[in-house]
């Protein structure tokens, strides 16, 4: 007889393997920190194998929200399988960033990307893109790690009776302290041996639901979900609609390149690689592995909500809204059901490595770029300055996660992709501006073009979705007619972010017969 986890591992048994798990992981930072130099902190003296870099770039890029959110997406009838036209839409992003940024990155001998919007327009240029990078690393870290925590929270550590910014503060704690000393160099290994781990619970949580919804054969897995109510993959039947395929496709190509080439915390691992070719083939080879992984994780969802359906588990409610949180059935469904002890063990191995191989990454990236970005200083800047700023950041990560903790109701995943929507558009503009036009910016006004376009984004948005304008409770007009149309910008929203942002540069821009960026800030 399957006996729930729950009942059977006790608060000792929990914090033994979360102590066990991290012990692996300083084990690994002690290893490849011994002879670090402070200057291998952030490129790991670019000798990262690419194809560890590659696998280790696959549990970064997915998270816990891919983890436990995706599987839940699958249980709309208006979702699906529709995930996957945005994944279609990262792979041609992926291309582009290989094929398009990535040479530049790699020419100009970047360790911070954003380095190369002083070098093309100039000092305050920099610093607005390295702001919006922390905006949006800070914020996209703080979803994911929040999501990980809550499940952490509900199924585990309520029952040992820590509150949850406890929890919060010892997680940190933990990717702290084996984040701080190898830096890029260490973040390479760990986030491979998370990958694997969450890629073993994806895996094996997958087999044994195949064996008890008793599918005989991975044919049968393949006609069994594509018969199911969960499998429709492609949705053009309403263009208003925010899941229509052009949207969520073009969207996910510029939330690719945003959330990827133009995050430190991506291209940081790329340009560990040794030369541009082992790097664009680490990037192909992860967008492949990428669109794989992903559907089956979206397969995986349709196993849950099918196996659910057959031993009549209901869907988790959120604590404060009681709405339905289908982030949580996968949760629900591993450690409440009667699973058996091991699905439960992998499962909290998989969610665990889900959650730190994002959040350490991330936690190494907004130190770089402080380090450098503002700081000013690269190889020069002192290991004492470096921990400060690390614990310091560490400390915004903390206070975000809480925050976000009390104003965040909606799945992770639309959440991510939402927020990106406002923080990486005017970095995607900022990027092609200078990559496809000659014209020199007046630096005094890229800051209020910067702030304006997200700020008319959201009006927008708001406007075209409910048929009127309201700040906080207050109404400021509204259009009947708009209202009836109901039209959602969905995933296009980084679109038209990047589109107005790029229209004001235009306006604030003048001919020039030089790349070189301008040395005043007139």
Request: aromatic residues 14%.
């Given at each position: ?13 929990i914090?033994?393997i ?6 692996v ?9 011994r ?39 699958v ?24 094929y ?37 690393r ?19 550590f ?13 997680s940190?704690?933990?990717?702290w ?17 998370q990958?694997?781990f ?7 949580t ?14 049968g ?13 492609f ?8 899941n229509h395929?052009?949207?969520m ?7 690719a390149?945003g959330?990827?080439?133009l ?7 790329n340009?560990?690689?040794k ?6 083939s ?45 982030d ?8 409440r059901?009667g ?14 490595a ?8 991330a ?78 910016l ?39 007619a ?41």
């Amino acid at each position: 007889m399957h006996i729930c986890i729950a009942h059977l591992l006790n608060s000792s048994s929990i914090l033994f393997i979360l102590a066990s798990y991290f012990i692996v992981l300083v084990l690994i930072s002690w290893l490849t920190s011994r002879r670090a130099e402070n200057k291998d902190y952030y490129l790991g003296n670019k000798k990262s194998p690419w194809f560890v870099v590659a696998f280790g770039m696959i549990g970064a890029s997915l998270s816990g929200i891919t983890f436990i959110s995706i599987p839940g997406w699958v249980g709309s009838s208006a979702k699906q399988f529709g995930y996957m036209q945005m994944v279609l839409g990262y792979l041609v992003g992926y291309v582009i960033i290989a094929y398009v940024l990535m040479p530049l990155y790699y020419r100009m001998n970047l360790t911070s990307i954003y380095t190369y919007l002083r070098k093309r327009f100039g000092v305050n240029t920099h610093k607005i893109g390295a702001v919006f990078f922390l905006l949006s690393r800070i914020t996209g870290a703080s979803i994911r790690l929040l999501l990980v925590a809550n499940v952490l929270q509900r199924f585990v550590f309520d029952d040992l009776n820590l509150p949850f910014e406890l929890t919060v503060l010892i997680s940190i704690g933990l990717i702290w302290l084996y984040t701080f000393r190898g830096g890029i160099k260490t973040i390479i290994w760990t986030d491979t041996l998370q990958t694997l781990f969450m890629l073993l619970s994806l895996g094996f949580t997958f087999w044994y639901l195949h064996g008890e919804l008793s599918i005989e054969h991975t044919q049968g897995i393949i006609s069994t979900i594509k018969d199911s109510e969960y499998s429709q993959i492609f949705f053009f039947d309403n263009w208003k609609g925010g899941n229509h395929f052009v949207k969520m496709f073009f969207g996910g190509i510029f939330i690719a390149i945003g959330m990827t080439g133009l995050d430190q915390d991506m291209m940081q691992k790329n340009l560990s690689c040794k030369n541009i070719k082992a790097a664009q083939s680490n990037m192909m080879t992860f967008s492949v592995l990428l669109v794989i992984i992903n559907l089956i994780f979206l397969s995986l969802g349709a196993l849950l909500y099918m196996y659910a359906s057959q031993k009549n588990i209901a869907m988790p409610l959120d604590e404060i809204t009681g709405n339905p949180r289908t982030d949580l059935l996968f949760p629900q469904i591993a450690l409440r059901s009667g699973m058996p002890i091991w699905v439960g063990i992998l499962f909290l191995l998989g969610l665990i490595a889900a959650a730190y191989s994002s959040a350490d990454s991330a936690l190494t990236s907004l130190t770089t770029s402080v380090c450098i970005d503002f700081l000013e200083e690269k190889e020069e800047v002192s290991k004492k300055k470096r921990m400060l700023v690390h614990l310091i950041m560490s400390g915004v990560l903390l206070i975000t996660v809480i925050i976000f903790k009390h104003t965040l109701q909606d799945a992770a995943i639309w959440q991510l992709i939402t927020l990106a929507g406002y923080t990486y558009g005017p970095l995607i503009a900022l990027f092609f501006f200078g990559i496809l036009t000659k014209r020199s910016l007046n630096q005094k006004w890229v800051i209020s073009v910067c702030i304006l376009a997200p700020v008319l984004t959201f009006f927008i948005n708001q406007f075209v979705s409910s048929g009127s304008l309201t700040i906080g409770t207050a109404e400021l007009f509204s259009v009947s007619a708009v209202k009836e149309f109901g039209f959602s910008f969905g995933a296009t929203l980084i679109i038209l972010n990047s589109c107005l942002t790029f229209a004001g540069l235009f306006l604030i821009s003048q001919k020039t017969n030089s790349l070189e960026p301008e040395v005043t800030n007139k």
